[in-house]
């Protein structure tokens, strides 16, 4: 299985980092964009197993589970408030 996972990172960071460049046809913005995705994504991994094991520790797995949720809301919610790129004519 670890081998089946570690074939499709590639496959998955290929097309994380075509997408912005693909869709806002601006490198500079589209090398950020990439950038903030790759941030996100990975904060998400180094937080989450800390956050969650000290929240359960200390308040119960039921804690956990809904901090997780609340976090997941919070995510869609900044994704809908943040504003899309815009570009220029001609940028």
Known sequence: MAILAGWGV???NASIGALPTDML???E???????LIILVGISGAVIAPFAVTSISSSLGWTAAFMALGIGALAGVVLGLIIPAFRLKEGA
């Not at 913005?29 to 950038?35: E, N, R, V, Y």
């Open 29 to 35: 913005i589209a090398g950020k964009l990439f950038g």
């Open 25 to 27: 046809k601006n490198p």
């Open 10 to 12: 590639p496959l998955t």
